[in-house]
């Protein structure tokens, strides 16, 4: 049984990862670098375990920089989730194998699929239907608030799915609730503005 648990656990943490790499590709490879350099929380087998070393983890810090740095300029960051469009789904796939692996003897080729659709699905959905959305509402002038957002959440995101996975799926829940009940409302007042403006 507590096999079975931890197993699932694994999993659940897999795909929390996965869906944190479809935000920022780097900050989720980072703190898996660095928790499993530093703590006994996740330990990477052959070769994941390539990401502890220090050319690695200085590598991931760079590239988590440009892109953060990249992701808060206005037209820089659709470029940036041009280029990202590859490598996102791939540093997901990549988490999702390492992570299942430590943990369950799910098939390598599975948990590379399922991390490429999950990573490939959030940065898709934050790409092609939030930023553009964010950028034309607010003239783009809170792309960079959003930009930071994603950030913090994918920090928090990735610590959670490895630390605490059944607190970071319920977590991703509520960010989902959240963000479903704000179009709601935003729809509802559009909705009456046209209303009153049709009754004038």
């Known amino acids: 049984m507590g096999g ?3 197993g699932i656990l694994g999993v659940l943490g897999a795909f929390g990862l996965s869906a944190s790499a479809g935000l920022n590709a780097y900050i989720p490879m980072l703190v898996v670098a660095l928790l499993a350099k530093f703590t006994n929380t996740i330990t990477l087998a052959a070769p994941y375990n390539a990401l502890e070393s ?3 983890i200085g590598v991931l810090i760079v590239l988590s920089v440009v892109e953060i740095v990249a992701d808060k300029i206005p ?3 659709h470029v940036n989730d ?3 469009s590859f490598i996102r789904p791939t540093a997901g796939a990549i988490l999702f194998a390492a992570s299942a692996n430590a943990i369950t003897d799910i ?3 599975l948990s590379i699929i399922c991390g490429l659709l999950v990573a490939g699905s959030v940065h898709a959905t934050k790409s092609l239907i939030v930023r553009p959305t964010v950028s034309v509402a607010t003239a783009s002038t809170a ?3 959003v930009s930071t957002a994603e950030d913090i959440f994918a920090v928090i995101i990735s610590v959670l799915s490895v630390v605490l996975p ?3 799926i319920i ?3 509520l960010v989902i609730w959240l963000i479903a009940w704000r179009i709601k409302k935003h729809r509802q007042k559009k909705n009456v503005l046209i209303q009153e403006k049709g009754d004038l």
């Open 143 to 145: 792309d960079p608030v």
């Open 107 to 109: 098939s390598p080729v």
């Open 75 to 77: 037209a820089v960051d």
């Open 166 to 168: 059944i607190l970071m």
């Open 171 to 173: 977590l991703v829940f």
């Open 4 to 6: 079975t648990l931890t």
């Open 54 to 56: 220090w050319w690695t």
């Open 82 to 84: 041009i280029v990202q």
